[in-house]
């Protein structure tokens, strides 16, 4: 600590020439590799303490001019899918990239920040609503802004895995061909569902978006992948399967084992770059998912009236970070219980029925709605915790179908 900053060290290791560096002391004739040895006897010449603080204020720097360019490469990919779509939104776009053109010109980070509050309300409520905690955090109050992102990586995860396994639980012959080896993957891990963590729910993602690939590989199979996901048009099973997506979830996990394992006090310096590359992950979150939820949309049933031979549902639409959500009547060819939630397709009308492993609703204590997930079994039910709602951050009771259902995957 004397001579060197452990954050200069690790940046360097990670830099092009500190990689080269890392490649050099690579030991092992079949496959090189890195060990604790080796990697002691890299030589790193540092600068004086005083430098190294500065090269990591720059960096911080760097790290924050990145992400607004990679916002700004988001909304012109958004541009461009828009435009080859649909030709006839050739108007619309113009006008945007005229927009977008005259703001270039004018103050870009906050044009940035803008066109991210707008990405943060087509997501649903449960990943929303933490993205709006995270930017309703005062700007200097890094630490906790950088919490927040690590608990909605962690949420995304649980999530995606929610669909994925609810897609693949649809079909429980499916199901049972994978899930003794899920379990044997977790156990090598020491992973569990009964006390999941955010380990967990990436090994989910892996592991089903590998199978999901291998379902959309083959045409024959692609009607199936089709049913389970109920997504005739296919965008959500290849939106959860990308690889790049497990490639942010892995790196976003292990950014949270470093720094849980870290017993120090986080300074103000460390807290802001940890946001900054937080928020690049967030980037590139946004680049997967693309117009994954255009037309895909949670909800919740409110109640259901049978009219000529179709089901007039009223639904509660929870997208967006407004807790006061948005109601609708759709006619679909099924009812939907009113206690569980669902994707839906906006215009087919196609429904994924979701395992009980996230609660959207009033808190106990309030009127005020909030998104509880699934944490761990309990001797007398299950805990469930909420990544936004500071007033009351977790449930415990029965949940007695959310325990049958961890039970089940646990293979109870």
């Not at 090994?203 to 999901?212: A, M």
Request: aromatic content about 8%; hydrophobic content about 40%; some cysteine.
């Amino acid at each position: 600590p004397n001579r060197s900053d452990a954050r200069f060290v690790a940046q360097f290791l990670n830099s092009e020439f500190g990689k080269k560096s890392r490649d050099l002391n690579k030991s092992g004739t079949v496959i090189p590799k890195l060990n604790k040895q080796t990697l002691k006897e890299i030589d790193i010449f540092v600068p004086d303490l005083q430098t190294q603080k500065k090269m990591m204020e720059i960096e911080t720097r760097i790290a924050a001019e990145e992400n607004t360019l990679l916002s700004l490469q988001n909304e012109i990919a958004e541009l461009r899918r828009d435009l080859w779509s649909s030709p006839r939104s050739s108007g619309t776009v113009i006008q945007r990239l005229e927009a977008l053109s005259g703001q270039l010109s004018g103050s870009l980070a906050q044009h940035a920040l803008g066109n991210l509050d707008q990405w943060i309300e087509t997501l649903p409520f449960p990943l929303s609503s933490i993205l709006r905690s995270w930017q309703a955090t005062p700007s200097q109050d890094f630490k906790t802004k950088y919490e927040h992102l690590l608990h909605f990586f962690e949420a995304t995860a649980e999530f995606l895995s929610i669909i994925i396994l609810s897609a693949f639980k649809a079909n429980e012959e499916l199901f049972k061909l994978h899930s003794q080896k899920l379990r044997e993957s977790l156990q090598k891990q020491s992973l569990s569902f009964q006390r999941a963590t955010f380990g967990t729910w990436k090994l989910v993602v892996e592991y089903f978006g590998k199978q999901t690939r291998m379902l959309l590989s083959v045409d024959e199979d692609q009607a199936l992948c089709a049913d389970i996901f109920s997504d005739s048009s296919l965008v959500m099973p290849r939106t959860v399967s990308c690889k790049e997506l497990v490639s942010v979830l892995s790196t976003t996990n292990k950014m949270r084992n470093d720094w849980s394992g870290h017993s120090g006090v986080v300074g103000q310096e460390e807290a802001k770059l940890r946001n900054q590359n937080l928020q690049a992950e967030l980037r590139k979150l946004r680049e997967i998912f693309a117009d994954a939820w255009v037309d895909t949309q949670l909800i919740h049933a409110l109640h259901c009236r049978p009219r000529k031979g179709v089901f007039e549902n009223e639904i509660a639409v929870l997208m967006g970070s407004n807790s006061e959500f948005l109601k609708e009547t759709r006619s679909m060819a099924t009812w939907l219980d009113v206690e569980r939630l669902y994707l839906s397709k906006r215009n087919s009308g196609e429904t994924l029925l979701l395992l009980p492993l996230v609660q959207v609703g009033p808190s106990p204590q309030s009127e005020k709605n909030a998104c509880y997930f699934f944490n761990r079994l309990e001797r007398d039910g299950a805990r469930f915790v909420s990544f936004h709602f500071a007033d009351y951050p977790e449930l415990t009771g029965q949940f007695e179908e959310a325990t049958n259902v961890i039970k089940s995957l646990a293979g109870e």
